[in-house]
């Protein structure tokens, strides 16, 4: 396993203390359509946790809220005992409501509960790392996050949490987090088309902590680019795995997690992700999200 991790595009990263490989798995689509319910294909499903282990991908993201519950429940059933080179990264702070919105949740019993119902569905006595979701589904929103951090590092210094992350987190509130805890990553929206944290991004390579973009492919609506078709068709190449590259390429503390619900696709994107972009590439795809 160790030797083809340090394969992967891209090599590996640390958080805290766990080596994962930069090259991660994102498993939210894999819960039925918008987030909800059980996967059209569980096998499929199941085959694809399975497949992204046999590749060497050592970082899973997932959450209770996924499904509710049905992507950890997948992802038990596909991996548990789980190799000790695998880190699956939870994130708490967020419900789901009976119209498959996703409700604040970051009263100290909502964390407690969100907690305890990651280690359950995963079968993990400690969670590796926990991010405290912040913001709406409109994105970060402004605040302390102070009360509810605190929460966290209870559960943490209970032993229920090894590591400490935010997302979709203002700067502001990155900064505030870091006052209060050691904050091993952030994982905010972030694409070829989405820049809003570019500078956030930087500030976090200096001090080396892991930027971990959500939605690396455009999420629900994959990322369509006339500028990234022409690079992605100059090099032979599909658009999804030029995005993934640039990702990789755009500053050594981003880590992959992208999304799929398709082998082919999870094959596809990780040897697309190899791919190696010119100065010149970089310029014409910088002008996309600028
Ligand atoms: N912290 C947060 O608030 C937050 C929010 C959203 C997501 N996340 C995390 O971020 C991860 C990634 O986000 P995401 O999965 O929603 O979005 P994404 O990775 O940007 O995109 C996934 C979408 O791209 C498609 N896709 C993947 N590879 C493809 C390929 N080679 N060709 C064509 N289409 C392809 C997938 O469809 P197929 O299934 O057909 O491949 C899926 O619809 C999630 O799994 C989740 O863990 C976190």
């Known amino acids: 396993m160790s030797t083809l991790s340090t394969s992967l595009p891209g090599g590996t990263w640390t958080l805290g203390d766990l080596t994962v490989t930069r090259f991660g798995y994102g498993a939210m689509q894999l819960a039925g359509p918008g987030v909800m319910g059980p996967p059209a294909d569980h096998d499929g499903a199941l085959a694809v946790l399975r497949e992204a282990i046999e590749l060497g991908i050592t970082h899973i993201d997932t959450a209770s809220a996924y499904g509710p519950r ?8 596909a991996l548990h005992p789980y190799p000790e080179s695998l880190h699956i990264v939870t994130k708490v702070g967020a419900t789901r409501d009976e119209h498959g919105g996703w409700p604040p949740a970051r009263q100290p019993e909502d964390l407690r509960r969100a907690v305890h119902e990651n280690l359950e569905t995963l079968g993990l006595e400690v969670l590796d790392l926990v991010n405290l979701r912040l913001g709406n589904a409109q994105g970060p929103q402004p605040g302390s996050l102070a009360e509810p951090l ?29 006052a209060i ?43 369509q680019s006339s500028a990234l078709s022409a690079v992605a068709a100059r090099l032979d190449a599909t658009p999804m795995s030029v995005a993934l590259a ?35 590439e970089l310029a014409e795809l910088d002008k996309i999200g600028r």
């Open 150 to 178: 605190e929460t966290l590092v209870e559960l943490q210094q209970q032993g229920l949490i090894r590591h400490l992350g935010v997302s979709n987190a203002t700067a502001e509130q990155v900064a505030e987090a870091r």
């Open 70 to 77: 049905v992507t950890n429940q997948l992802i038990h059933e």
């Open 246 to 280: 640039w990702l990789l390429q755009r500053s050594p503390n981003i880590l992959l997690i992208p999304g799929t619900s398709s082998v082919a696709h999870l094959r596809e994107n990780l040897a697309g992700a190899r791919l190696s972009l010119s100065d010149e």
């Open 181 to 223: 805890a050691p904050i091993v990553c952030v994982q905010n929206m972030y694409n070829l088309a989405y820049r809003q944290d570019d500078e956030l991004i930087d500030e976090l390579a200096e001090e080396g902590i892991a930027y971990v973009p959500f939605f690396p492919l455009g999420g629900f609506s994959p990322l």
